[in-house]
Structure formats: structure tokens, C-alpha cells
């Protein structure tokens, strides 16, 4: 017998697999007939997929740090309210990107201050909080070569290499502060392989 409820979220920067693998895992969940809810940040509601949109443009380059952060946790304010806090306790959340991406990117990488950051999150999320995350490692020297693959390119997908360093080892950290909570997955390894880790993982969670 399965829980009926867990929040799970995948983490990692561009290029490896997180998207492909909180997909999958969805459609894993939804095989076993385990209810469940598919999300994305920023985006994921109405409003906050408008926004992501805006965020994500190419032409968007001139954005002061600040100012992104605060575009991004708009975002997040109205994804959570339309479609985490309702299905919270209810069904299986799977997130692609959460609260960790906020802090490795404007926080690690553009250097807002993280206090201000988890005051808004507080603010959002009040007590809420993921229940288990999945860290994708991607080699940062493999990120270009797996970006040119796709079909589009967003503003994210262009920072030089030492800005998706910073990221990662932001990511690291915030995993090593709690480490009973997230899983490092390679992402070097073979799709089917990573795949097998993340559902044996998650059936140990849900059960």
C-alpha cells in the first residue's frame, strides 16, 4: 500500500535530466493508477506560466539579480497557491525545480542575499515544505554539448561555465546540510539506470 501524499522535487542544473526523469517518474505513478500532480518552476499554474514566459526570453538580458528573484518567487507564490497548497497532503507532488533552485542560482549565482530569499519563501510557503529531493549531477564540462541538442534556447541556457559551477556547488551544499532528505544522481549514468535508482527510491518513500 502506497501513501497517499509525498512532495518530491528535482533539482539540478541545465542539461541534466531532471525534467526528463520528474516526467518519467510521473508517468511511472500514473501506471500503478497512484494519484499524483506534475509541476514546473517557474511556471506550473496559469499565471505563473505567463510569467515563466517573460523570465525565459532571450531578449531578457538586462535584468538586474534582484529583479529576477523576485520575478521568479511571484512565480512561485502563484504556482503554490493553485497547485501545491490544493493537492498538499492529498497526492504525490512531483516538482521540476523548487525552493533549492532559487537559492543555487540567484543566491549562489547572482549573489542575492539568502535571507531575503528564504523570507519570501517563508512568506509563500509558510510551513510547507518538500518532503524528498533528487540532486542531478551533470558534469558542467557535458552541459554544452547536451543544450545544443535541444530545440529551443532560453536565457538560462547561455551563462558561461563558471556561473553553472557556482550553481552546482550551491546545489551541493544546500544537499549536504540535510543530506537524510536529497539523492545524488549521476547524471552521467545511463537513463534507464538513473531511472531504476529514482523509482526503487521513491517506492521506499511512498510505502
Known sequence: MYKKSFFIVFEGIEGSGKSSHSLSLIKKLKSLKISCVYLREPGGSKNAEHIRSFLLKNENKG???????????????ENFLKKIKPFYKKKIIVCDRFIDSTLAYQHYGLGVKKHFINYINKEIMGTIKPDYTFLMFLNVNKLKSRISNRKTINRYDKFKKS????????????????????MVINSSNKYGINQNIIFNQVKKLIK
Open 63 to 77: 535584468f538586474n539579480p534582484l529583479t529576477d528573484t523576485l520575478l521568479y518567487l511571484a512565480a512561485r507564490n
Open 163 to 182: 556561473f553553472y559551477k557556482k550553481v552546482q556547488n550551491g546545489f551541493l551544499k544546500i544537499c549536504n546540510k540535510n543530506k537524510s532528505k536529497y
